[in-house]
């Protein structure tokens, strides 16, 4: 017959695998993850917080709807740049090349808050000088080495005296500046191209379709892909012999 003293231990056991029941789901705080199902998402590397695909891609989904790319974690509210989500989000790559596509549509849509690093490509927000105003110039925190360029026309920002605010190094800051900050029309095109053949700003109107001539130099342009017409044409109206070309950027020196 069994003892007694066993029957009682396997009864307390019995009762306390009742109680904590079944450990295949919820947080870990020992071990630092997150199980949801089968999936697992590590503490993130900034404020450490344990989060789920599913909270990250409601926060940006939030973010998007608002017309801001304030992404903060769903826990504590820390800042977190469009790179660091990329990484919670997770592997699923149809779902990141949606979202990658809305927050460049915000981007292009307010150019005087976001743009874009001239080197490693990731996304800013225009930092305020210390009277709270805009400042003309940044400089990326994830590249590998400073360097500091113009807000407006993203060419380098020099400082020949380090006790002054130092000055864009474009001569043509004013263009580049107009080019990467115009409204957009149709096709998401820019207002404003730079005639491919004398630089001369040529604004779309609805009447010459996608087709434009530079009065500076009487060329004709594709206002979508920037080829010539007789090239593009050939292709017909709804479709360009190239892909759409991104806003134009122009940088020469200062006599």
Known sequence: ME???NIIAKTKTLVT????GPQKHGRKAHSGLTQVGTRVQPLTDTCGHCVTSYEVT?????CLRKKTLDFACPVCGEHWDWEHVKEQIGPSLSQTSKLEAKVSSVVQELPDEYKKCPKCRCI????LDS???PCPFSSCPRCSQTHHFCWACLAPWFFPDEAGAGQCSNASCYVAASLLSCDTVTEGCPQLRACPKCHALVM???KSGKYEVCQECMHGFCFVCLQEV???????DQICIERKADRQRFVTKRM
């Open 3 to 5: 003892k007694l003293s």
């Open 17 to 20: 695998n009742i109680k904590l």
């Open 58 to 62: 409601s926060m940006v989904n939030l």
């Open 124 to 127: 800013l927000r225009r930092p």
């Open 131 to 133: 009277t709270g105003q």
């Open 204 to 206: 779309h109107t609805k």
């Open 230 to 236: 007789s090239l593009c044409i050939r292709y017909g």
